[in-house]
């Protein structure tokens, strides 16, 4: 069973160093041969491209259509991986990444999609208790639509792992979506494929601060607005993004 990694990745200089020597270090200590590791340049006008390909064992491709939709798309078809595992340029992949990902795929072949939660690695310990709190209802939130309702599922943005078959049945991305809402679309077409799995073992790093930005009740609401709308109306309600880079 093949893995692909795809990064999509704008103006990401200052971290997407560190990002890739996570994935490498993660693909080192695996052991699983064959693994692509792929970074998205989409339209950065910093060193970014430049950072990702001083990396031996990183390709680095370019996707013009400015926006992570696309971006994340223009990956997948420069991969040929049986799974591709979506994570972004601020992420850090922690030890162990990849054997949750492969033991639950190789274990049940019903499983099209595999995500789970953010660790912030750079918010203050009372924001990050607060996330805690959320992600206990984004859980409850996962076993309603699942197991209840059977609508859709719940995917992490930037932490989740896809069959390439299950979603070129799906139809593959809708870059109509620019920002809001992606992860979401993504678990309500997959979940309609076979098994749509979001679960606590597969933890991800990553940068808080979009939330130190704009705060984390205000992105919570963005989020959770976002997730109902795309899982019931088949569309994000926000159109537009703050993009929250510095000089960008």
């Not at 990553?206 to 989020?223: D, I, N």
Request: glycine share 8%; aromatic share 12%.
């Amino acid at each position: 069973m093949q893995l692909a990694f795809v990064i999509p990745a704008y103006n990401e200089e200052a971290l997407i160093g560190k990002c890739v020597e996570s994935v490498l270090a993660e693909v080192k200590r695996s052991g699983r041969p064959g693994i692509d590791v792929v970074v998205v340049n989409n339209n950065s006008t910093d060193r970014t491209a430049e950072v990702a390909a001083s990396y031996d064992g990183v390709r680095v491709v370019d996707e013009r259509q400015k926006g992570l939709v696309s971006a994340r798309d223009g990956g997948f078809h420069a991969t040929t991986a049986e799974l591709v595992a979506n994570i972004d340029g601020d992420t850090v992949v922690p030890p162990g990444w990849l054997d949750t990902v492969f033991a639950e795929f190789e274990k049940d072949p019903d499983l099209v999609c595999l995500s789970g939660p953010y660790i912030y690695y750079d918010l203050s310990p009372w924001n990050r208790f607060l996330i805690t709190l959320f992600y206990g209802l984004t859980k409850l939130i996962y076993a309603v639509n699942r197991y209840v309702l059977r609508v859709g599922s719940v995917v992490q943005g930037g932490n989740f792992v896809f069959r390439r078959d299950a979603w070129i049945k799906a139809g593959g991305y809708n870059r109509e979506i620019k920002f809001y809402g992606e992860d979401t679309d993504v678990a309500v077409r997959l979940s309609k494929i076979g098994k749509v799995k979001w679960t606590f073992r597969l933890k991800m790093l990553t940068s808080g601060r979009r939330l130190a930005e704009e705060g984390v009740f205000r992105t919570a609401l963005t989020y959770t607005l976002n997730f109902f709308w795309v899982t019931f109306a088949g569309k994000p309600a926000t159109d537009t993004h703050t993009d929250i880079r510095p000089g960008t």
